[in-house]
């Protein structure tokens, strides 16, 4: 009996030491899983003690802190404003894909009346330091507090208070980049104080109308020659610098990242405006292009024309040239011609004056030897009475007669004879017939047969 009991003392004093060791394991589990954890990157960790004391810890890795509690922040939280999202989903300590915070697209109005949804994203870092982020924890306890009563809220009014500083069709005009400059810079440094105002402004298009011929060209402008538009301007402080409202997160070290305005939505009155305004722009650019068009053929055909005067004025130009280099051709060409007939006239007459020089001198020449052989004759006439030159012509006549006797015909019988004076044209008859000739020839002649004597023989 001892030994059973003695058994059980063993057995429970075996069992309360394996309690013992179990309670203890439990009990230092329990510790460790209370004063340690694993520090992941891209968080801060918010650490309260079980002493009261608070640490920040920033370093990757596993951290010691005795049945300490402690919260994670994001190092940087994004707050996002875009389509198909829910409101208020909000998820700051989910290592995840989604943004901190995110937001159905948001509702703005421009300055011109015409509202529209805007997306956008803003991303905002965490201070590192402990006494801005101690600071920063003690205001808003939780990174969910933190989205949603302080990032949430300037996301909106910022992006709010940014479409009032232009209107929708400056946006769509070319003001993309200057609004999603001002986002930024409002974003960063704070929200300008602005006052909003009423101007009229003087139209630059004015038209003259026709109607009242009583004025003539002095007509009175219709139309409208003013409107008034509604414009926003900066309030300035007394160093000559926009006033602004301070972003509330600046005072606990919370700095913007970047600001993204990433998509715009206006209404669709105000898209069917656009279009309009676009199709009548497009058809602006067509008349214009029409119009260069128009201008461009018509300088064509100014170009044309002039080009075919040009051609027309080159060929009458060249016609003339030619008709006046042939004009001038055939001028010179009688000028030559007249020239040479001028020069063979001239050659002739000193040719004719030559000759007729050369006639005058043979003629004198003639004359001179006619006179010499006239005296020559006048002296040798003198001389002899020219007896010589009388012999000879009768010389001459008595050949002819004794020519012209001997070759006379004679007929074979004569009748005839007798004294009865009848030609019969015997010798004798025919031998008188041609002393009667010789005679009266000399007569002709008029010469004396007999020999003169010179004076003084």
Do not use: C
Not at 49 to 63: F, K, P
Not at 113 to 127: G, L
Not at 214 to 226: F, I, P, R, V
Not at 419 to 435: H, N
């Amino acid at each position: 009996m001892s030994e059973l009991a003695s058994k059980v003392v063993a057995q429970k004093s075996v069992a309360a030491k394996i309690g013992g060791l179990i309670v203890a394991v439990i009990l230092i589990f329990a510790f460790i899983s209370n004063s340690v954890f694993y520090a992941e990157p891209g968080y801060i960790y918010h650490v309260r003690t079980v002493t009261g004391n608070e640490e920040v810890v920033t370093d990757v890795g596993y951290q010691f802190f005795p049945f300490g509690r402690y919260n994670s922040w994001k190092r940087a939280m994004t707050v996002q404003s875009v389509r198909g999202a829910d409101a208020d989903d909000i998820h700051p300590e989910k290592d995840s894909d989604n943004a901190s915070a995110t937001l159905p697209p948001m509702s703005i109005m421009f300055l011109d009346q015409v509202d529209a949804h805007a997306e956008a994203t803003v991303r905002f870092s965490m201070p590192t330091d402990q006494q801005s982020f101690l600071k920063l924890a003690h205001e808003y306890r939780s990174p969910e507090n933190l989205l949603r009563t302080a990032l949430m809220p300037a996301f909106k009014e910022t992006l709010q208070a940014n479409a009032s500083l232009m209107t929708a069709e400056e946006y769509y005009s070319g003001g993309r980049t200057q609004f999603n400059s001002e986002f930024e810079n409002q974003m960063s440094r704070g929200i300008f104080l602005v006052k909003r105002q009423e101007e009229t402004v003087s139209s630059m298009k004015r038209a003259a109308g026709s109607a009242n011929v009583a004025l003539g060209t002095q007509q009175e402008e219709y139309g409208e020659d003013s409107k008034t538009v509604f414009t926003v301007k900066k309030i300035l402080g007394q160093d000559g610098q926009p006033q602004r409202k301070e972003q509330r997160f600046q005072h606990f070290g919370i700095t913007v990242v970047s600001a993204l305005v990433t998509d715009m939505r206006p209404n669709n009155k105000f898209v069917e405006r656009m279009q309009l305004k676009q199709k009548a722009s497009a058809d602006r650019a067509i008349a214009r292009e029409q119009r260069v068009q128009e201008e461009e053929q018509r300088l064509l055909a100014i170009a044309r024309g002039e080009r075919e005067v040009a051609e027309r004025q080159a060929k009458a130009k060249v016609e003339q040239i030619e008709k006046t280099t042939d004009a001038e051709t055939d001028k010179q060409l009688a000028i030559t011609s007249a020239q040479k007939l001028r020069d063979q006239a001239a050659i002739s007459k000193e040719t004719a004056q030559i000759e007729l020089e050369k006639a005058m001198i043979e003629a004198e020449t003639v004359r001179t030897l006619a006179e010499a052989e006239a005296y020559q004759k006048k002296v040798i006439l003198q001389a002899d009475n020219a007896l010589a030159q009388k012999l000879d012509a009768e010389v001459k006549i008595q050949q002819l007669w004794a020519d012209a006797f001997a070759r006379r015909q004679v007929p074979t019988y004569v009748f005839g004879g007798g004294d009865s004076g009848t030609p019969t044209g015997s010798d004798a008859e025919a031998k008188v017939f041609m002393q009667m000739l010789t005679l009266d020839a000399a007569k002709r002649l008029s010469y004396d047969r007999e020999l003169t004597k010179k004076k003084g023989d």
